[in-house]
């Protein structure tokens, strides 16, 4: 899958958490939290719904990985295999 | 051989069906446990000779206008899954505390209360003023589990006995377990969710949540069984393992979240567990249909917080019924109103033990005397009030021990709280009233947090 694939994964995880908010123009270098005040609630469901949807395992001390679109990308590429 | 769950969850208030869907939202094997035919437990509804009736819930508290992303309604939207529009909510017109020489208004709008306050007791402004920014500044999610006086804090920034008896009387009526005081970290949720974010209607009342939720349910198939009251819990080397029902099957799990209670938890455990006190404040309502609205007789606020003195009485009375305090809810008195005919629900503080005692007959005479002291308060406030009653009901401490199963009647449950929800048992955990977050919001949001940190988390 190419980051651009990944991206879009990840972005349709969020919009499913945050229903009501416009994921379609998300910065990808902004944190989440800032731009969605996303909290610690919401990014373990971020890290169960990519177990869920993709079979992917992030552990708790790669959390901070996932703090914006970009990095989430960037660390979820190699793990998204197909 | 009976199939193992990974959770029980006993109870389909509030608390246990966000829970559950919290769990089967991630492939949990769970099934909600209820005793009763229909959701909702303490906030539940039914309907008598076509009048559609709701119990518990005056207002949802901690309103959040659609868009707002943080706090505690934003939260559950998100970890339930539900769009905001589900609920409809229609703010309050406006709420009073009403006392012998004062009255405050509050809204949804903190500036009215400040104002409100600045003047009536004007020199007492600053100390508002700096108890808010406290407030705001105290983390009372955090899962500790010390008590502290509230009364004690707030009489550090609020000096007038009046102006402090004032403030407390909504938090403590839609919240303490406590009599005349609470934890400091329950004044500050019960204050933000009140006075900071403030009321709201669900467009169809409680119904319209529940329905949303057991919705959801049905959509992530979790299973709910009602009419499955618990006999016991089954444990084994001081773990809990399992269920028995009334009908005496037996059900075996990994987990179990319990929103029965703490002390009524511990009593489904036939071995031996710690004492927990049963919780003293139980409550009448009387629920008037009226032939007109409210508005028609000059009642244009959503709640008033009656009471007839200086000091706010918020304890078990020695007698059947308080009758010098009241909440007056107005259903029809938020910005929408989406009821179909006028309706008025007052409450009192009123004593489980008395009113147990009583014979069926006198149990009658009782209730009828609560709604002529309803009608008579209603009077008082409105003297425009013209007595067309269509349809009343009026319930006691029995029928809230009947619904909630809380001893005692206990609306707001045991004075002893379990942030973190461990229990003296592994795998056994309390949610809901016991657990501590107050009204239907923290309800929820108990079931979804313990939830997430016991089960979903724990597996890690």
């Known amino acids: 899958m190419n980051p651009q694939e990944v991206r879009t994964n990840v972005v349709d995880i969020i919009a499913d958490i945050a229903l009501d908010e416009d994921t379609s123009n998300l910065k990808g270098d902004v944190s989440l939290r800032d731009q969605l005040d996303l909290d610690s609630m919401d990014f373990l469901d971020i890290v169960m719904e990519l177990k869920k949807r993709h079979k992917i395992e992030v552990p708790q001390e790669d959390f901070p990985k996932l703090a914006t679109l970009d990095s989430c990308v960037e660390y979820l590429t190699p793990k998204f295999i197909h | ?460």
């Open chain 2, 1 to 460: 051989m009976a199939e193992k769950y990974d959770c029980l969850i006993i109870g389909a208030g509030m608390s246990g069906l966000a829970a559950g869907i919290r769990l089967g939202m991630y492939g949990k094997k769970v099934c909600i446990l209820e005793k009763h035919t229909i959701p909702g437990g303490l906030n539940s509804y039914y309907k008598r000779k076509s009048h559609l009736l709701d119990v518990g819930l005056h207002a949802l508290t901690n309103f959040a206008p659609k868009g707002t992303r943080s706090g505690p309604l934003p939260k559950i939207f998100r970890q339930l899954r539900i769009p905001y529009d589900t609920f409809k909510l229609s703010p309050q017109v406006k709420s009073k505390i009403v006392f012998p020489e004062h009255e405050l208004t509050f809204t949804n709008n903190i500036d009215d209360l400040i104002s409100e306050v600045h003047q009536n007791f004007p020199h007492e402004t600053d100390g508002f003023l700096k108890l808010i920014e406290k407030i705001k500044s105290h983390n009372a999610l955090s899962l500790s589990d010390s008590y502290l006086s509230a009364k004690e804090v707030v009489g550090e920034y609020i000096k007038d006995s009046i102006l402090k008896e004032m403030i407390f009387t909504p938090p403590l009526i839609y919240g303490s377990a406590w009599e005349n005081d609470m934890d400091f970290s329950q004044f500050v949720i019960m204050f933000e969710s009140l006075y900071l974010e403030g009321l709201s209607r669900p467009f169809g009342g409680v119904r319209t949540i529940l329905s949303s939720l057991e919705e959801k349910i049905k959509k992530l198939g979790i299973e709910i069984r009602y009419r499955s009251g618990v006999k016991r819990i089954i444990t084994q080397d001081n773990k809990a393992v399992g269920v028995e029902l009334l009908n005496g099957e037996i059900l075996k799990t990994d987990k179990i979240l319990s929103s029965a209670g703490l002390p009524e938890t511990m009593n489904m455990v036939k071995e031996e567990t710690p004492t927990y006190l049963t919780g003293g404040l139980s409550f009448t309502e009387s629920i008037l249909i009226l032939k007109d609205r409210p508005k028609t007789f000059g009642a244009d606020s959503t709640l008033i917080f009656y009471n007839n003195d200086k000091i706010y009485k918020y304890q078990k009375p020695k007698t059947l019924v308080d009758f010098d305090s009241a909440v007056v809810c107005f259903p029809n008195n938020f910005e929408k109103d989406d009821l179909n005919e006028g309706v008025v629900r007052i409450t009192n503080i009123a004593n489980f033990k008395k009113w147990d005692d009583l014979d069926r007959k006198s149990y009658l005479i009782e209730k009828e005397k609560v709604y002529q002291n309803s009608l008579k308060l209603i009077k008082k406030l409105y003297p425009g009030f013209n007595h067309e009653v269509i349809y009343k009901d009026v319930f006691t401490p029995k029928t809230v021990k009947r619904f909630t199963g809380h001893l005692g009647g206990a609306v707001y449950g045991s004075p002893e709280k379990k942030k973190d929800g461990t229990t003296a048992f592994k795998d056994l955990y309390i949610c809901g009233t016991d657990q501590g977050f107050l009204g239907i919001v923290g309800s929820m949001l108990s079931g979804i947090s313990m939830a997430n940190l016991h089960v979903l988390m724990g597996n890690k």
